[in-house]
């Protein structure tokens, strides 16, 4: 999903191509939800911070996912989601839990 990261600034209007040191993805089974759970890291040695690129490629994960398994069902729901933390730009976030 590193290419989705990468085009992030061709998919998002005002997002600008950065160059992304970083990426990666961890799939999380979770057996008693029959869910899947999607975290992306992004890195970059600029002076903004690469949000969007990270939910953009957890985002095209979730719908790599999605049109691999529709054909077992349409049921398949993509959702929550959100930025966890992040580091570095203008302000640090961490999610409240």
């Known amino acids: 999903m590193l ?35 999607i975290q992306a890291e ?19 994960a979730a719908l790599t996912i999605y049109d691999m398994c529709k054909a077992l069902s349409h049921d398949i729901r993509i959702n929550d989601l959100q930025l966890v933390n992040k580091t570095g730009g203008k302000s640090d976030f961490t999610m409240d839990s």
Do not use: Y
Not at 4 to 12: G, M
Not at 23 to 36: G, P
Not at 42 to 60: F, Y
């Open 3 to 37: 290419w989705a990261a990468k085009r992030t600034a061709d998919l998002i209007p005002m997002c600008h191509p950065l160059p992304i040191d970083f990426c990666k993805l961890d799939f999380t089974q979770i057996d008693e939800e029959c869910s899947l759970l």
């Open 42 to 60: 992004v890195r970059v040695n600029h002076k903004t911070g690469v949000e969007m690129e990270a939910l953009t490629a957890a985002s095209v």
